[in-house]
């Protein structure tokens, strides 16, 4: 559950579009075997599940059973390298947000990919999201008329134990590191997929909000599309890119970030 | 045949023509409802939210976001004249209802038709609250996209109208929501007239992969 408290903390930014990194740096080559297991883990989260379908086509497509298949084979494709995978959900179930987030947050070095189908968009592209820096509530009262005492002003409640992350605002300490996994991913899914944005987009995603790491939403278009098949089709370059960007990503996350682990007492 | 049978007979042809013209005339009544009457959504929002009209109203254009014609994924401002208050809650209340009924095509719409504002207010610090019907998050399209192109469409038609909000807060039927359709976190606020949180540079990586 959320505590009353913090939700007035985390002020959301309008969606902004962020430049794509100044040097692209995602080798172009195919990513090489690992000989020895890399130092982090990859959360994949297929969205959704069990009674809850995510987006449904009208052709019958539904995003619970597409993300579930996309991130058995993105499974793959990292364990291949070396790389530790665990899923969120491996059968048609639907954790809760909370749920998802403990499987990346009793982790130490995690890195927490959100996997989606979308409604809309334009069919065969991909997006990337990342949290938004919060902003801190107006400093000084506007003057103007209005409903004034109808509701008292929020007021952010602080954090009684300095140096612990709060459960609900876990991924705070993360974001830029979010923020450039979000851009290493978008480059590489521009390149695989033509006509998705050259830029992640910070977007305040609920799921992305009480992880403890660095953690994006990738959102694929779309259930609109009239045959299964064209989904599927796009699981393999998704893959390859999803393993490109986190193999770039790795030097300048386990080397400098540190772990999950620590949560202010009672904030869960 | 007998005489009684000729008799029903004739009774029943009878009302068989009768029938055939009811039938008819029924027909023409329902089409005619289809094509004139208000939609269930604007009947619906007639009662719920009637058109607001305050002492101040003058006719103003107002910049409305809708989807841009002919795109899944991005806005585009729209300016149409609106009876426009001076007051910024009834303006904004104008503005929002505006926003969900007069989208140019229904492919251009980021609200549900059915969806109607039911209360808004202004804090004195700038914050907005709108407090929208079931229907707004029962039938938004699911998707990260799409949830926020709803969020943005809000945002940035009361930031071209109402300049005293600084952010917004989005309630369900009163309630505060963990998410707007699934994805889009209702939690929090969302900026209005804020400049955005600065974006911090990107780091240049420190090595490339083995």
Known sequence: MIAAGALLAHAVAAPQTIPPPAAPTAPAAAPTTAAVTAPFIVILDPAHGGADPGAHGSTGINESDVVLSFARQIRSALQVQGISVLLTRDADIDPSFDDRSAVANARDHAIFVSLHISSTGIPGTVRVYSLPIATPPPAAPATMPSAAGLLPPPVAEANPHPGLRTWDNAQDSFLDLSLRLAQLLQTQLTQNFRGSPPAPALVAVRQLRTIAAPAVAIEVSSVSVADRRQLDAMAGPLSDAIVHAVISFEPSYVSGAGSASAFAAGAH | ?210
Do not use: C
């Open chain 2, 1 to 210: 045949m007998s005489r009684r049978w000729a008799i029903a007979t004739l009774i029943l042809a009878v009302l068989v023509v009768a029938g055939v013209y009811e039938f008819r005339a029924l027909r023409r009544h329902v089409s005619q409802l289809s094509t004139e009457g208000p939609s269930d959504a604007e009947a619906r929002r007639d009662v719920v939210a009637p058109q607001i009209s305050t002492p101040t109203d003058v006719l103003a254009p107002a910049q409305m976001f809708w989807l841009a014609p002919g795109s899944a994924d991005a806005l585009a401002p729209v300016t149409i004249q609106l009876s426009l208050s001076t007051d910024p809650v009834q303006r904004s209340k104008q503005v929002i209802a505006a926003l969900i009924a007069q989208s140019p095509t229904p492919a251009q719409r980021t609200l549900p038709a059915d969806a109607t504002l039911l209360q808004f207010y202004i804090l004195p610090d700038g914050t907005a609250i709108a407090d929208f019907s079931d229907e707004l998050a029962n039938e938004t399209p699911s998707g990260i996209l799409s949830e926020q192109l709803t969020v943005d469409s809000i945002t940035r038609t009361l930031a071209a109208s109402i300049h005293s909000i600084a952010r917004l807060k989005i309630l369900i039927h009163g309630q505060e929501s963990d998410t707007l359709a699934g994805h889009v976190d209702l939690t929090g606020f969302f900026a209005v007239n804020t400049p955005p949180a600065p974006v911090p540079a990107p780091t240049p990586p420190a090595t490339t992969a083995p």
